[in-house]
């Protein structure tokens, strides 16, 4: 069940502290690119996200706001919303099977072994973990699949010219959205 446990678990604490403020457009420093703490929060938008009344007394201190525990508020009894979140990064993870697929495929491999590549990305208990939680490594690794994948298909010369390129440029985009999640993702473009 996705929507067990209802309560922050692990690294849900910072992730979704982080998504919640860029809703309610708080300041804050992050050591991470933000696209997919964007995603959640656009996800948190669609789903009807409500930030905590700054006026209730509940939130505020002798040293003023406690604006930082607003990310507590998506996981009360009447509000559903870190489960869409979670839902979202289901969702990633379902990509990142068909993009391990694909990636396989491009590669040069049979289709029963990219279907295995596909399976052994299924079972894998991290990827199983991270696809259920509030989590951005999932993201990482999709878009990171994703690029493998466009990039070995712009090597295909059975393809155009014009198909490799623009198989080259979706590489770019799918490399700078890796970019974007995490910065250990640039390793890859140096590697490369």
């Known amino acids: 069940d996705i929507d067990v ?20 457009g708080h300041y804050f420093v992050d050591i991470h690119p933000p696209l997919a703490k964007l995603i959640m929060a656009e996800i948190m938008e669609w789903v009807g996200y409500e930030p905590l009344n700054e006026l209730h007394p ?7 706001f406690v604006g930082t525990q607003d990310f507590v508020n998506i996981y009360e009894d009447d509000k559903d919303t870190y489960l869409y979140v979670r839902y979202g990064s289901a969702v990633v993870g379902i ?3 068909v993009a391990m697929y ?29 696809s259920r939680l509030i ?9 990171h ?13 059975s393809f155009s010219i014009y198909t490799q390129i623009i198989f080259c440029i979706l590489t770019g985009m799918c490399l700078g959205c ?3 999640v995490k910065y250990t993702a640039g390793i890859y473009f140096i590697w490369k």
């Open 5 to 24: 446990p209802r309560k922050i678990v692990w690294d849900e604490t910072h992730f979704t502290k982080f998504s919640t403020w860029y809703v309610t």
């Open 58 to 64: 509940k939130w505020w201190t002798a040293d003023g």
């Open 95 to 97: 990509m990142l099977v």
């Open 102 to 130: 694909i990636a396989a495929r491009f590669a040069g491999c049979r289709k029963i072994t990219a279907i295995f590549a596909a399976y052994m990305t299924v079972v894998d208990n991290l990827i199983t973990l991270d």
């Open 135 to 143: 989590l951005t490594d999932v993201y990482l690794w999709m878009f």
């Open 145 to 157: 699949t994703a690029t493998m994948a466009v990039c070995l298909a712009s090597t295909k010369r």
């Open 178 to 180: 890796s970019i974007s």
